[in-house]
């Protein structure tokens, strides 16, 4: 399945790498990614898809101290 | 105040006033501070052994440890340790120091990416870039080290921050992550699977004892008479005395524990993960249980099995609102006469006979105080260190669970004699993991620690050997270790003193010599190569599939 998630992230040293090594560790391949300034903040709009459920990487991605907030936009299935 | 005073005043305003550590360039500014500071530095030999050193004293204490190197090589030295720490979920504070901030990224000397390397073995991980982050970036570190599920933060500081001014600082409580807290509706529902379970069982796990519930968890215990079972970082937890406790479960449980786990209907999962090496294969793990899964952390419920109910929280609150109103007479009669049909056998120690490890441990735990803290290492003795000795509470067990770090055992012991320096310590190592950090015999002999090393030396690579033995066919591939030095001459080369035994008739005398010796002592005890550990369950089979003996 493919994900939309949007995140909101506090501008800190490696909080992208953070999220980028969390969905790459958790099985699930990002598929495309835009950041751009929001704020203070930083605002991420990144595709994954994966073959487990969502909540593996959701749960591990709510662990991450840098993130303000996540939200699954829509989920659609895999295209080859 | 410079950046250097200013992060020892943080460190005594969160409590630490023993830390581990090892001083290089990019840490000089804190090192000369120390020196006017009333924190206690334990300098170890390896920045490797420093860290377990903390670990060992966070684990013994719940409290959290303080482990301090330089940039570069001191900072990588760390890496194994943190990701020890953070998958047993210990509680850490690891101050790196940094090139100067105008020297970052030009690849100066013993410059590495810490933080980069950090970022998926830690719970977080922080660089300091302004003077005024310093003191609240330390205080935001020990908040989340502590809280929920405990783990290990990193603190990279630029050498020029703490030569440099920092303003003042007023200490505050950071704002920490708010907990979960399980409903009353979830509660009730996992009550309710209790009363009409007919075969329970109680799987606990280390949470318990980082949530600091093991007298809630008794309690449970005691008002439910439940059977329960323990993983290897939750041994401690439950009474060892109790009737219906079965011991520790999974690859290399005891065979009641496993029995009565395959073939309970409802698991009630307190503080555990079912790590693989806990459940076997997974399709076949208690394959008619229910689950009610207890945790602090919503990332472990429904990761590796469904939950019928999970209860999310602090194990304090939810153990004393559980409850099982029914009773389970036939099944509690099924499991005491399971354990006594499965009960461990031990040998007398018989002059002119081959050591058995096992019984020399059993042996060895009859023999030491109550509270005495066991440390081991990693491989075929941290096995039967779990199947064969007795804890009194989970920080009296100090062993490497999830990461199965080999070397673990003695800088851990130097932590935990650190933090409780009048109790018993005894560090269980094979003598393939104890080359793994065996510099820090120089840390006990500098200090005078009495810790008593017991070396079970079998001149192998034991549980490699072993696996090589049972499911490579025999093909022993590096794992014979019989060129391992002389380990009491060893001893005395660190000043330690010590004793060899090789004769089941010297076990007695020989741990009666080792618990009363005064300060730190060496044990080397020399074992046949051929045993192995019992029971086991061979990759991918279920647990009630396991091989009790050699086939």
Known sequence: MTYDLELLLSDQPAALERVLQTARYRGFKVRQLQMRQRGSGLQLSMQVSGPQPINILTTQLHKLYDLASLNIEQTLPQTA | ?551
Request: glycine content about 8%; some cysteine; aromatic content about 6%.
């Open chain 2, 1 to 551: 105040m410079t950046g250097a005073q200013a992060i020892l005043t943080s460190l005594i305003e969160q409590g630490a006033d023993r830390v581990f550590g090892y001083p290089g360039g990019a840490i000089m500014p804190l090192y000369d501070a120390l020196l006017d500071s009333p924190v206690t530095h334990y300098l170890c030999r390896h920045e490797q052994g420093a860290a377990f050193a903390a670990i060992g004293y966070a684990r013994a204490t719940n409290k959290v440890g303080v482990c301090i190197a330089t940039s570069g090589p001191g900072a990588t030295n760390l890496l194994t340790s943190l990701a020890d720490a953070k998958l047993d979920s210990v509680p850490l504070v690891v101050i790196t120091g940094q090139v100067a901030r105008a020297a970052m990224g030009s690849d100066a000397f013993q410059e590495v990416d810490v933080l980069g390397l950090s970022l998926s073995i830690c719970k977080h991980s922080m660089q300091v870039m302004e003077p005024g982050d310093l003191q609240p970036m330390l205080n935001r570190a020990f908040a989340i080290a502590r809280e929920g599920r405990p783990g290990p933060v990193l603190v990279d500081i630029p050498k020029d921050i703490q030569l440099g001014f920092v303003p003042e600082h007023s200490p505050r409580p950071c704002n920490t992550a708010s907990l979960p807290q399980a409903s009353h509706n979830d509660i009730e529902q996992a009550n309710r699977l209790l009363a009409q379970s007919q075969r329970p069982v109680v799987y606990i796990g280390g949470g318990v004892g980082m949530a600091s519930a093991v007298p809630q968890l008794r309690d449970f215990l005691c008002r439910t008479q439940l059977p329960h079972v323990s993983t290897l970082k939750g041994l401690g937890s439950a009474d060892y005395h109790h009737p219906l406790y079965l011991g520790m479960l999974g690859m290399h449980g005891l065979a009641a524990a496993n029995l009565a786990v395959q073939q309970s209907d409802l698991l009630l999962i307190i503080g555990a993960r079912l790590d693989d090496r806990v459940t076997g294969k997974l399709d076949e793990f208690a394959p008619e249980a229910k689950i009610i899964h207890v945790d602090i952390d919503p990332a472990e419920i429904h990761k590796r099995r469904h939950a019928n109910v999970s209860l999310l929280g602090d194990l304090q609150h939810i153990l004393p609102a559980l409850e099982c109103t029914s009773s389970k007479s036939a099944w509690s009669a099924q499991i005491e006469q399971l354990k006594q049909q499965k009960g461990n056998r031990y040998e007398d120690h018989v002059k002119g006979k081959e050591i058995d490890a096992p019984s020399l441990l059993r042996r060895l735990s009859d023999l030491s105080a109550d509270d005495a803290i066991v440390c081991c290492d990693v491989g075929q003795h941290q096995m039967w260190v779990a199947q064969h000795m007795q804890f009194s509470h989970p920080t009296r067990h100090l062993s490497s669970g999830g990461l199965g770090t080999m070397g673990f055992g003695l800088p851990a012991a130097i932590g935990a004699q650190v933090a409780e320096p009048d109790k018993q310590v005894v560090a269980v190592c094979g003598d393939g993991s104890f080359m793994m950090n065996v510099q820090e015999l120089g840390t006990l002999r500098r200090y005078q620690m009495p810790v008593k090393i017991v070396i079970l030396d079998n001149q192998r690579l034991g549980m490699v050997k072993q696996w090589q033995e049972l499911f490579h066919n025999e093909r022993y591939s590096e794992t014979d270790l019989s060129d391992n030095p002389p380990f009491s001459q060893l001893a005395a080369a660190f000043g330690i003193a010590s004793a060899e035994i090789a004769d089941a008739g010297e076990v007695e005398q020989a741990l009666t010599t080792l618990l009363e010796h005064p300060g730190p002592y060496l044990l080397h005890v020399r074992l046949n190569h051929q045993a192995n550990v019992w029971p086991i369950v061979p990759p991918n089979t279920a647990n009630h599939e396991m091989w009790e003996q050699a086939r």
